[in-house]
């Protein structure tokens, strides 16, 4: 355990760390060692023992981890028994082969009652493992099957799960030539390429890959596009003359959900880092020389598309970049979706009473590292953060009110933030880490919550008859949640008007009573106060000072 005046010092140089460990790097990025958080480094080196020994014979190489893990011990990050023993050689994520319980990442917790659901309580933690954690990668790599079969290492391959959720392939050419000539934009298409617009130079078995066809969704999985799959008559890598254009960094083809809704478009990342995983067969598999290209003719924006950073550093194409050509790849692959059938994230069937799920917990910090998020240890005083929506519907009327309420308690600092005006995305995750009580009525803002500290509880002021959305996603992300309790102390506007016809509470602004509000986020308070990873940053903090920001109030 670090001295306390230790620990101090290596929370406030944090980021400085970071910066060290990158220039540290730059020497081994491809060859040694991935840009990626100490808990998750380790685990990468348990994955390929060939980097783990090259770094073991490289100094600088085991200074970077020892200061890494001295930022783990800092941040307190979850580590399991086994690791503090000193066994961290055999830590692994959970997908792996013979990855105990004891050394996986983490394991749910189920506190609820399994009765009437499962069998035991051991078959209810491992139903949630298997529906949305590292056991659900395990499932897709068992189901891997070789679709088309190669004789030679310079002929194609494609290699495919059930369902064709996922799908990787080498040397494959993909016939884009008939977009040119569409006038309509592409988007949730399932008709982008004709029959023969994919070829692989390899032994194909049409029988086997008929056989997983039945998802014939456009975000289900990758049917519509490998129907048209043929064996081509010529190798692809031998003859590229039969390419426009050969693209050989390592690509991801995706089919996104949406760009401008932070809920869905989310769904798309968190399935394109659970792909990292399914497709981990190289020490490359995290590298950032990447190229994703998006499914569709529309121009790609997003004020999310900062986090495609922490996947590349190359610019995103769509379909525009290719259209009217023929595309070699050299290395490509389908990845997860966001609408399959019982997926990850937006269809997954949540089992009763169980939680923290360590794919979502590997996810966010994942992305909190890539993107250089800054950390800041909590206080005594309660950092609340409140989602003031400045949207036609679902705005709380009587806001003032109870931020003034918030305000007057001496426990809390308070701040009023609007996602939707002034604030970059990189900037708002800042904000998040740095909560420990989020506050917003129903909406893609409350996404959020996956960048919350462990210890940390969301309050979803009123989930406007939905819900299971976001409890269901703090349940996999692990942090607290709680929303309005009692029904006739919320006012709503109106009845609410659907655009389609007939109410709904999605269309309407809503008040709130202020004592039970209160009441409600001192309970949450109390949750965080009793966190113990909370409590182990309390005891060691800093004297608090005076806010400063105008938005503290």
């Not at 082969?97 to 051991?122: A, M």
């Not at 390592?250 to 399935?271: E, G, Q, R, V, W």
């Not at 792909?275 to 990447?290: E, G, K, M, R």
């Not at 109410?503 to 966190?531: C, I």
């Amino acid at each position: 355990m670090l001295k306390p005046c230790v620990r101090l010092i290596l929370i406030s140089q944090l980021l400085l760390l970071s910066t060290q460990y990158n220039r540290k790097l730059d020497n081994y990025t491809l060859t040694i060692l991935p840009d990626l958080p100490p808990e998750h480094l380790k685990r990468f080196l348990n994955t390929f023992p060939k980097i783990r020994t090259e770094c073991e014979q490289i100094q600088e190489c085991q200074n970077i981890l020892k200061t890494f893990n001295n930022i783990s011990q800092v941040q307190g990050n979850e580590i399991s028994s086994a690791a503090k023993e000193g066994q961290e050689s055999g830590v692994c994520w959970g997908h792996e082969i013979n990855c105990t319980r004891e050394l996986r990442f983490q394991t749910p917790s189920c506190s609820g009652d399994h009765t009437g659901w499962v069998q035991s309580k051991e078959a209810q933690i491992n139903t949630l493992y298997y529906q949305a954690d590292f056991g659900y990668i395990q499932q897709q790599i068992n189901e891997l099957l070789l679709m088309c079969e190669p004789k030679f290492l310079t002929d194609s391959s494609l290699e495919c799960n059930k369902y064709l959720k996922f799908c990787r392939g080498r040397n494959l050419l993909f016939d884009f030539r008939n977009l040119a000539g569409r006038a309509e934009r592409i988007r949730y298409h399932m008709d982008v390429l004709n029959e023969g617009g994919i070829k692989g130079y390899c032994r194909f078995n049409r029988s086997l890959l008929t056989e997983e066809l039945s998802h014939m969704g456009a975000l289900q999985s990758w049917s519509p596009e490998l129907r048209n799959f043929v064996e081509a008559d010529e190798s692809i890598i031998e003859n590229e003359t039969i390419c426009d254009m050969v693209i050989t960094t390592p690509t991801f083809l995706m089919k996104i959900d949406a760009s401008y809704n932070m809920y869905h478009h989310f769904c798309d990342f968190f399935n394109l880092f659970a792909t990292l995983f399914v497709n981990q067969t190289h020490p490359s598999a995290f590298d950032l020389n990447t190229q994703v290209i998006i499914w569709e003719t529309y121009p790609y924006d997003s004020p999310f598309a900062v986090t495609f950073k922490a996947f590349s550093k190359n610019p995103v194409w769509t379909l525009n970049q290719v259209k009217g050509q023929r595309i070699c790849f050299r290395n490509v692959v389908l990845p997860l979706l966001p609408r399959m059938i019982f997926g990850l994230y937006y269809n997954t069937p949540l089992i009763h009473g169980c939680e923290k799920s360590g794919l979502f917990r590997a996810f966010s910090e994942f992305i909190l590292h890539r993107l250089r998020i800054p950390f800041h240890p909590p206080r005594r005083k309660i950092r609340i953060t409140f989602l003031a929506r400045r949207t036609k519907y679902r705005r709380v009327l009587n806001e003032d009110e109870l931020i003034a309420q918030l305000a007057s308690d001496e426990e809390y600092i308070v701040k009023r933030i609007s996602f939707e005006r002034g604030l970059n995305f990189l900037e708002q995750l800042t904000i998040t880490r740095n909560t420990d009580i989020l506050i917003g009525v129903h909406g893609a803002g409350l996404t959020h919550l996956l960048f919350l500290p462990d210890w940390a509880g969301v309050f979803e002021l009123y989930n406007c008859d939905d819900p299971n959305c976001y409890r269901d996603l703090a349940r996999l992300r692990g942090v607290h949640y709680i929303t309005w309790e009692k029904r006739h102390l919320v006012y709503p506007q109106d009845e609410g008007h659907h655009p389609e016809g007939g109410a709904h509470a999605k269309f309407t602004n809503y008040s709130f009573d202020g004592k039970e509000f209160a009441r409600l986020v001192s309970k949450l308070a109390n949750y965080v106060r009793n966190h113990k990873k909370y409590n182990e940053y309390i005891k060691n903090a800093s004297p608090p000072r005076e806010p400063k920001d105008k938005e503290e109030l």
